[in-house]
T-cell receptor, first 115, second 114 residues
């Protein structure tokens, strides 16, 4: 069965530093790929998605992610962290052959940003 | 534009009491609808999804049920709550048809069972 692995349940960076959150999927057929952000006591907000086309995807709040088929990865990056980026980030996939847009989530990575 | 509403935002209920959480979507027709639970410090667990009125699929056996009485209304219910039902409940919708459409989430309901 398809699974999503997010390396590092907690990541801590300094303000202005590079943010790198890792995500790997398990299937041999690349799924559709998504990153969501969750601020405390709120729902999930879509950051970006990859379904087809250019493998470098730009999202909201300065985030981007690159789909690398050879590495089965979809890592999320931001060149310069801001205090407001502190939140939990979820990588998620929809298998191409699945139905009903059912998302499979990773366990999440909590990002802390220090002054 | 499409919006999704969940209420209440927070709820404190005694063990054994009933539950009804409501979710409505505006600005779209025939959406797929989803209920998730997020336990403290854990990821999201899909509880139910629906592709149409009266069509409910359950992902895990549990003490909860779901109903979709109208196209854009999704209700999560329980007849008798358990302590283990505590958590953060999220409703989401996606467009129907193509399988690559993202889900869009409501603001959630924080449910505490005493």
């Amino acid at each position: 069965a398809q699974s999503v692995t997010q390396l590092g349940s907690h990541v801590s960076v300094s303000e202005g530093a590079l943010v790198l959150l890792r995500c790997n999927y398990s299937s041999s057929v690349p799924p559709y790929l998504f990153w969501y952000v969750q601020y405390p006591n709120q729902g999930l907000q879509l950051l970006l998605k990859y379904t087809t086309g250019a493998t470098l995807v730009k999202g909201i709040n300065g985030f981007e992610a690159e789909f690398k088929k050879s590495e089965t990865s979809f890592h999320l990056t931001k060149p310069s962290a801001h205090m407001s980026d502190a939140a939990e980030y979820f990588c998620a996939v929809i298998p191409v052959s699945g139905g009903y847009n059912k998302l499979i989530f990773g366990a999440g990575t909590r990002l802390a940003v220090h002054p | 534009s499409q919006t999704i509403h969940q209420w209440p935002a927070t709820l404190v209920q005694p063990v054994g009491s009933p539950l009804s959480l409501e979710c409505t979507v505006e600005g779209t027709s025939n959406p797929n609808l989803y209920w998730y639970r997020q336990a403290a410090g854990r990821g999201l667990q899909l509880l139910f999804y629906s592709v149409g009125i009266g069509q409910i699929s359950s992902e895990v056996p549990q003490n909860l049920s779901a109903s979709r009485p109208q196209d854009r209304q999704f209700i999560l219910s329980s007849k008798k709550l358990l302590l283990s039902d505590s958590g953060f409940y999220l409703c989401a919708w996606s467009g129907a048809g193509a399988n690559n459409q993202p889900q869009h989430f409501g603001d959630g309901t924080r449910l505490s069972i005493l």
